[in-house]
């Protein structure tokens, strides 16, 4: 039996990468705020039916905690808060580019005001 290829000296990057950005609703929330806009809480619950405010809230912080998604508090009469893409996650925008364009190649184009992921 031989020994096989060498294993690799450190982890493969890929995997922090997807355990960050690929878990459920990850990729949508992602999706949304890389269109240019700011959302605001209730808008994430429009634009993803079927999330969970608990589950919004935890996805949220773990973008956050990953540098990639700034939240901003707005006191007030009528406080807010806004979240949006962290300069550092600009480096997603060809990614999610790229995976839009395979995905389309492999499946055909997403129906129309699916929010496309």
Known sequence: MSAGAPLPERPCPLETYLEVVAGAWTPRILWCLLQGHTYRFADFQRALPGISPK????????????????????????????????????V??????????????LFGPSPAGDGGA
Request: proline residues 8%; hydrophobic residues 45%.
């Open 92 to 105: 997603l925008a060809p990614v999610f580019a790229a995976m839009e364009e395979a995905a389309e190649t």
């Open 55 to 90: 589950v919004l809230t935890r996805k949220l912080r773990d973008l956050e905690r990953h540098h990639l998604v700034r939240r901003t508090a707005y006191p007030g009469a009528v406080p807010h808060v806004e979240y949006a893409l962290t300069p550092r996650a600009a």
